[in-house]
């Protein structure tokens, strides 16, 4: 991939317009900063007159690998991921459950789950 793809640019400007939101924690906002600095470097050695074969494989390396690092990243912010409490029955307060209740004159298909008090 090319360090100036625009598919690269879009996730770096997202990265970073996310770090200036102000709605990241410090710890994710210092995550969204880092991916937009190491872009900005990344730009700065690519802009380099003719870099050889070898530098430019590696550059085009890192864009993808940088790429990858700033879907993880933002799939997380915007796809926080499900916590769990617990498993049915597996949990020592009761109150807790979900159990299956059966509605009278209702078919089978539309039992609904209640929350047990």
């Known amino acids: 991939m090319n360090p100036s793809n625009l ?3 879009k996730l770096h ?10 709605r990241l924690t ?7 900063r880092d991916l937009h600095d190491e872009w900005v470097v990344l730009i700065d050695q ?7 074969a070898g530098m430019r494989l590696h550059l085009e ?17 915007f796809f926080l991921p499900v916590q769990v409490n617990a498993t ?7 109150d807790l ?3 299956p209740v059966e509605i009278s004159g209702e078919p089978l298909s539309a039992t609904i789950l209640r929350e047990r008090r």
């Open 7 to 9: 598919v690269l640019t």
């Open 61 to 77: 390396t890192h864009a993808e690998e940088l790429a990858a690092r700033m879907v993880d990243f933002l799939a997380g912010q």
């Open 46 to 52: 690519s802009g380099n007159p003719s870099p050889d």
């Open 88 to 94: 049915r029955d597996q949990n020592a307060n009761p």
């Open 13 to 22: 400007a997202v990265c970073d317009g996310l770090a200036k939101s102000g």
């Open 26 to 32: 410090p710890a994710d906002s210092k995550e969204a």
């Open 97 to 99: 459950d979900f159990r």
